[in-house]
């Protein structure tokens, strides 16, 4: 039994043409196929990477949890990364309100969509409605997120590489220029793969004055833990969360002693819990 997926795409459903005004193969009634420059034959047909699921399932999250999941996505992604037209909307609208700090939930986000009459462009209420159901929790926002951002990424590259196909076959361009444009598109999409995950300038400046203020309120002292070694905190400041610190050396030359008197240490005279692991 053939099934219909109810994901909606926002794009109209294409007429059957005649093939009349595509030359004499096609009122003869042979298959026309388009050619790449390269002379092979091409699917001009071939849908570009995307996954709707994926694409739904962040709108459900930021439908359904909007305090614990927009400030996320609008961290990693924004309206261009999403395929369907109508998600694209759906998620411009969403971050309209939550910027305005305005409710997010199905009436209200309904009756916004009807005021600015774009509910039927985006499939309707019963779409919209579908979204809240769509996922159980908003738990997984993350995973769908990348997803959504490996498919545009997927699309760029494809994008980039067309266009310069393109222009490499119609030799109008200076060599090296050309290299140069390509070398940028590129580039240009690989930045995409670090969003979110760069601190901007205005972050760096006040990380660093929060440190520096650390160091003068306590007097030349140490930023982090102590390890009760004195020489050892003042070139490092102490120990601070997400460091790693390897302790290497030949063997029986004090590796172990020594991370168990920074443990006994910070569990002794720093009061803070220690976890010890020996493989």
């Known amino acids: 039994m053939a099934t219909q997926s109810s994901a909606w795409t926002g ?18 009634g042979e298959k026309v ?7 092979s034959a091409q699917d001009v047909h071939r849908t ?53 700090g305005q409710a997010i939930d199905l009436i209200t986000f309904t009756q916004v969509l009807r005021d600015r009459h ?31 951002r490996d498919k545009y990424i997927l699309r760029e590259i494809i994008s980039a590489a067309t266009e310069s196909v393109r222009r490499a076959y119609e030799e109008q361009d200076e060599v090296n220029n050309l290299l140069d444009e390509v070398e940028q598109r590129i580039f240009a999409v690989g930045e995409d793969r670090f969003k ?30 102590s390890t009760g070694f004195v020489e050892f905190d003042r070139m490092t400041s102490g120990l601070h969360p997400s460091e ?24 002794i005279n720093e009061k803070l819990p220690v976890g010890v692991f020996s493989l």
């Open 11 to 28: 794009e109209k459903p294409r007429k059957a043409g005649n093939g009349a005004g595509r030359g004499s193969a096609a009122r003869s």
């Open 196 to 225: 979110g995950q760069m601190l901007s300038m205005k972050d760096q400046v006040m990380e660093a004055i929060e440190s520096i203020e650390k160091l003068y309120e306590r007097k030349g002292g140490i930023t982090g833990i």
């Open 48 to 100: 570009p990477p995307h996954s709707v699921e994926a694409e739904q399932g962040v709108l459900g999250s930021m439908l359904i949890s909007p305090r614990e999941t927009i400030a996320e996505c609008v961290e990693k992604i924004n309206e261009e990364y999403f395929y369907v037209p109508a998600h694209r909307t759906i998620y411009n609208v969403l971050v309209d309100r939550w910027n305005a």
């Open 118 to 148: 774009l509910l039927d462009s985006v499939g309707g209420a019963a779409f919209v409605t579908s979204l809240f159901t769509f996922v159980p929790t908003a738990a997984n926002v993350g995973y769908y997120v990348e997803i959504v």
């Open 244 to 267: 790693m610190i390897v302790i290497a050396a030949r063997p029986s030359m004090g590796k172990t002693a020594l991370a168990m008197n920074i443990a006994e240490h910070v569990g």
């Open 33 to 39: 196929v388009p050619i790449s420059p390269t002379g």
